[in-house]
């Protein structure tokens, strides 16, 4: 079993930044899509991102691309979310997952049912 820890959500002003952690424990599991959704109230879960650990190539959401960075750190077991200029519009709880399933696959790797496993999720909140 996999499991992941965000951390590093909190409340933020409107151009702000904030970084989000993903830490995975368990089972070692080897060349994952690490993903990024979010869920505001009342809306369903959308991907932000993802990052394939064997080659840290990225996808983004366009809502997010050229102010989120989806990065890695081998050594922790940890993928990053930094986010900048960050817009009311981007609260909302925020997962990491992670799935073993479908490397080749990444840049189709957006719909939450693709991804394995999930972490409780961190809630982020920018005030205007």
């Known amino acids: 079993q996999v499991q992941l820890v965000e951390s590093g959500g909190g409340l933020v002003q409107a151009g702000g930044s904030l970084r989000l952690s993903c830490a995975a424990s368990?089972?070692?599991?080897?060349?994952?899509?690490m993903g990024w959704f979010r869920q505001a109230p009342e809306k369903e879960r959308e991907f932000v991102g993802n990052?394939?650990?064997?080659?840290?190539?990225?996808y983004y959401a366009d809502s997010v691309k050229g102010r989120f960075t989806i990065s890695l750190d081998n050594a922790k077991n940890t993928v990053y979310l930094q986010m900048n200029n960050l817009k009311p519009e981007d609260t909302a709880v925020y997962y990491c997952?992670?799935?073993?399933?479908?490397?080749?696959?990444?840049?189709?790797?957006?719909?939450?049912?693709?991804?394995?496993?999930w972490g409780q999720g961190t809630q982020v909140t920018v005030s205007s």
């Open positions: 990052i394939k650990w064997s080659a840290g190539t990225t």
């Open positions: 368990g089972r070692s599991f080897s060349n994952p899509v």
């Open positions: 997952a992670a799935d073993t399933r479908w490397e080749t696959l990444q840049p189709f790797l957006f719909r939450q049912s693709q991804y394995e496993y």
